[in-house]
């Protein structure tokens, strides 16, 4: 055992727990904008955005933090923070991309 292995023990302890966000694109189905939002869990998250918006329905999830790479790719058809206006292509051209689930 060297000097430093408690100290070491100690600060292993502390790390902070890395977070695993997925992403997911919810369509507002008044407007037909989508948004684009990241969480840990998607469920809890979509809970309180719909409880403000009841038109929202999730459109894709995806398994890893690609929210900013979505909103890049793009962001010509951005219509606010974080919404966009996409078509049917749009979508699909998401999906395959970042391999969705939905």
Excluded: H
């Excluded at 997925?22 to 969480?39: G, P």
């Excluded at 933090?65 to 219509?79: G, H, Q």
């Amino acid at each position: 055992m060297d000097d430093f292995s408690f100290v070491r023990d100690v600060l292993g302890c502390c790390k902070r727990k890395e977070r695993k966000y997925k992403t997911f694109i919810m369509r507002d189905s008044s407007t037909n904008l989508y948004r684009v939002a990241k969480a840990e869990d998607i469920e809890k998250r979509f809970k309180v955005l719909y409880a403000s918006n009841p038109n929202l329905i999730i459109a894709i999830v995806v398994n890893d933090n690609v929210k900013s790479n979505i909103l890049k790719d793009f962001e010509s058809k951005a219509t606010g923070q974080d919404w966009l206006s996409l078509n049917d292509d749009d979508i699909q051209t998401i999906k395959i991309k970042y391999k969705a689930e939905l």
